[in-house]
């Protein structure tokens, strides 16, 4: 089998983040969800992975090379225009062949990888598999409809879903999936839509079969999503401390310290993970939060946090909670008089102020 990866997307909704990153390349856990897809699929013995590319193509390239640190080789497929999910299976079919394969969002986190599945469909005779999860607002999502165990309809972002199983990025094909995408017409988005092709197989008597997820999903597209997925992320990671913690500082719970790190004079309660190169000095921090590599956290207090690479926080006299802080972004408190806020924000920014 193959495995394909789709990191088009331009993230509109994670912006001011994304208008100068791929959003694939946000790190959960300070470790960039794309690199998580990546282990995924080899986890499961495939080796040969196309990710297709689009806007941020020389980013992502720079990020993940040639896949040789994962131990699998990487095939970057440009994909100029975002004409869709199937669109994407279209031009990655010189990749592909007549080999079954695995397609993954790039911007999805999934509970306990997905190697079981893989070998289910390696040794049956399905044309595809589908994932499927629950979920409380399935009019959001792709919908499947199912009677006795098989995939009966698919509808896009239904007003009245019939069913609460939505798609969650994950899909499994054979070759007859090309035949799909080649009959199917765009949608009235302009799209190529993964969901018409998927119909296409079953109205054509295709077997396509669902597998419905009971562990965790979340496509972290969007801030609080981000916030979401690192929490049950980090919930899951072992603590190790290949850091520096002086005799003044307290770790509780899970806390990865990683090479580099200092901790001086701070609390630190996990579930947390501090990046290489980072230093909290006289703060605390606290619960769910990751804070990447070359950071400074000094004289403040942060909770449930994602703070990227290369950022100060200084001095700031309230905690700070449920924030997404980018990279270079410099937070202190400033001494002139009189007071004031002093902020320069990106479009899109959202800031909260005691």
Not at 233 to 246: A, N, S, T
Request: aromatic share 6%; net charge negative.
């Amino acid at each position: 089998m193959k495995g394909l990866i789709l990191s088009g997307g331009k993230g509109t909704r994670l912006y001011p983040l994304t208008y100068t990153s791929a959003k694939q390349l946000i790190p959960v856990a300070n470790k960039p969800v794309l690199f998580r897809v990546i282990e995924a699929i080899r986890d499961a013995g495939i080796e040969d992975i196309g990710i297709v590319v689009g806007d941020t193509a020389a980013e992502i390239k720079s990020a993940a090379g040639d896949g040789k640190h994962w131990g699998v080789r990487l095939t970057y497929i440009q994909q100029e225009t975002p004409l869709g999910l199937a669109h994407a299976v279209k031009i990655a079919r010189e990749f592909l062949g007549r080999e079954r394969f695995v397609m993954f969002l790039g911007d999805n986190v999934i509970q306990g990888g997905i190697s079981p599945l893989i070998r289910q469909f390696a040794q049956s005779e399905y044309n595809s598999q589908i994932v499927l999860k629950r979920v409380i607002e399935p009019q959001h999502y792709g919908v499947a409809e199912l009677e006795n165990g098989k995939i009966v309809r698919l509808v896009e972002k239904p007003r009245a879903p019939k069913s609460d199983l939505a798609l969650v990025g994950i899909y499994m094909f054979d070759h007859s999936i090309f035949e799909a995408v080649e009959s199917i017409a765009p949608s009235w988005r302009g799209e190529l839509e993964i969901t018409d092709a998927i119909q296409w197989l079953v109205s054509n008597g295709r077997r396509v079969y669902p597998y419905v997820h009971e562990g965790w999903w979340i496509d972290t597209g969007k801030p609080i999503d981000m916030l979401a997925a690192n929490s049950l992320v980090l919930d899951e990671l072992e603590p190790r401390v290949e850091g520096h913690v002086d005799a003044d500082s307290r770790l509780e719970g899970k806390v990865i310290i990683e090479k580099g790190a200092e901790i001086v004079n701070s609390r630190v309660r996990g579930p947390v993970i501090i990046g290489e190169s980072t230093r909290i000095v006289n703060s605390y921090v606290g619960p769910f939060t990751s804070i990447y590599h070359h950071v400074l956290i000094q004289d403040s207090e942060l909770e449930h946090c994602i703070v990227l690479e290369n950022s100060k926080i200084v001095d700031i006299p309230h905690r700070l909670e449920d924030s997404l802080i980018g990279r270079h972004v410099e937070i202190t408190r400033s001494p002139i008089k009189p007071k004031a806020y002093k902020l320069t924000l990106g479009d899109h920014s959202r800031v909260g102020i005691l």
